[in-house]
């Protein structure tokens, strides 16, 4: 068996026991039934992902930083060169990009994961280099990789969430760097959900008018010619999408089967968690939303996995900032349910 169809094959539905203890606690916490709001909803599914009530603290956290490039940079899909992911790799790597202030804040170890950048990188602490290839082929003009390629890379994901668990960690971060991904997402949003790209196509980094409207033609004519099935989410990845999708969807899988948390960050994340989904739709129990991009692609995919995005600042950064800012939110819903005393243990009188 693989090590894919393993982890599939572990991954199991929320405990629906753990699930009913968590809800009858909240109810009986000092506080109004329900003023928690989506806190109390994350608590509850934290607590039927563990299968106990109250679930283990997610702590300590790890953020995982997936790198590749993408061939459909050639479309002109956006300004930046593409040198500006291997870049970036290192700006991660020296703690100078807004995930390193923001991952400092929150308490997260960053580790930045090679699994496609189009360069090659010297090993150093805190980067993994586990190239599977050199960025992909163009998606406008034929397939993104070859089905071998996207699991090599989803198992590669699967890999890194196992290590960073088996070191401790109690609770993973997405975050994603790759020029070009967003137009990736947007075609795999398309591809699992059946939107319109013209629907589902952001400004990504930032971009005129017209680059837009050739980045949402670029993804029409991507998915066009061989519209793929999303029953088929292997091959659907292999034509339209990145390696660091593919890499993000295995470290989704890999949380889930061990039934650690994921805090999903923008849309990058959406369209991998998409991918996951439809290989294990179970594994959208170990799913947090952290929060909602102002990527039109990622609110698509937020309906799609059904989660609740728990901040909206407008953010359309990556590198994993959104989710490194809700994850005390996370902690601190958790924390609530472990924590707060009930009415009859703190003495106080409940509501007629």
Not at 187 to 197: H, K, R, S, Y
């Amino acid at each position: 068996m693989s090590l894919l169809d393993e982890t599939i094959a572990t991954i199991a539905p929320a405990h629906e026991g753990a699930i009913a203890d968590a809800r009858a606690r909240q109810a009986r916490m000092t506080k109004p039934a329900g003023s928690l709001g989506v806190l109390e909803d994350v608590s509850v599914q934290l607590a039927g992902l563990a299968g106990e009530c109250p679930p283990p603290m997610p702590e300590p956290a790890a953020l995982a930083i997936f790198a590749a490039d993408h061939g459909v940079h050639a479309q002109g899909v956006t300004p930046w060169p593409q040198e500006v992911t291997a870049q970036m790799v290192a700006n991660f790597l020296a703690g100078g990009a807004v995930v390193n202030a923001f991952a400092a804040q929150s308490g997260a170890d960053v580790v930045v994961v090679d699994v496609g950048v189009a360069a090659e990188l010297d090993e150093v602490p805190g980067l993994l280099v586990r190239k599977v290839r050199s960025g992909t082929a163009d998606m406008a003009t034929g397939p993104a990789m070859s089905q071998g390629d996207a699991i090599q890379a989803v198992e590669t994901g699967i890999e890194v969430a196992r290590e960073l668990v088996e070191s401790g960690h109690r609770v993973l971060l997405t975050g994603d760097m790759g020029i070009a991904n967003t137009t990736a997402s947007a075609a795999l949003i398309c591809a699992f959900t059946g939107a319109d790209p013209a629907d589902a196509t952001g400004v990504g980094t930032g971009i005129d008018p017209a680059t837009h409207a050739r980045k949402v033609e670029v993804v029409r004519r991507a998915l066009d010619p061989h519209r793929p099935d999303a029953g088929d989410a292997i091959g659907t990845l292999a034509t339209v999408g990145g390696l660091e999708h593919a890499a993000l969807a295995g470290f989704v899988l890999g949380a889930a089967a061990l039934r650690v948390p994921v805090v999903l960050d923008g849309v990058i994340a959406g369209a991998a968690a998409l991918v996951a989904q439809a290989l294990a739709p179970d594994c959208v129990a170990a799913c947090v939303a952290g929060h909602r991009s102002s990527e039109p692609g990622h609110a698509i995919a937020l309906e799609h996995l059904g989660l609740t995005p728990l901040v909206d600042l407008k953010l359309r950064l990556g590198e994993g900032t959104g989710a490194a800012l809700a994850l005390p939110l996370v902690q601190s819903a958790v924390r609530a349910l472990r924590e707060v005393a009930t009415f009859d243990s703190a003495g106080v009188t409940e509501k007629a």
